[in-house]
């Protein structure tokens, strides 16, 4: 069983930076893919960045060059570094993990780019 816990997210103005933080807990290894995706009102959920086994990354193109994801193996942490964020940004944003056929996803926070 694995539990995700995701904080960081809140109120930021255009072209300001937050930090989001994931937790895992239960059986995470370093080889199980882990990222984030995002949810915006009325749209699809996509694919905001992940780390592959390896340490190889993945960036959605509408966030590349702004977004950072890293990863600490041993705190079982998952970290998603936003800058420059612009007002499209807003969106709940969930982290995930998956292993296989298997996929885990924590309840989401909320990330508003307003001015």
């Known amino acids: 069983q694995v539990q995700l816990v995701e904080s960081g997210g809140g109120l930021v103005q255009p072209g300001g930076s937050l930090r989001l933080s994931c937790a895992a807990s239960?059986?995470?290894?370093?080889?199980?893919?882990m990222g984030w995706y995002r949810q915006a009102p009325g749209k699809q959920r996509e694919l905001v960045a992940r780390?592959?086994?390896?340490?190889?990354?993945n960036y959605a193109d509408s966030v590349k060059g702004r977004f950072t994801i890293s990863r600490d193996n041993g705190k079982k942490t998952v970290d998603l570094q936003m800058n420059s964020l612009k007002p499209e940004d807003t969106a709940v944003y969930y982290c995930?993990?998956?292993?296989?056929?298997?996929?885990?996803w924590g309840q989401g926070t909320q990330v508003t780019v307003s001015s």
């Open positions: 780390i592959l086994s390896g340490g190889s990354t």
């Open positions: 239960g059986s995470i290894f370093s080889n199980d893919v």
């Open positions: 995930y993990a998956s292993r296989g056929v298997m996929s885990y």
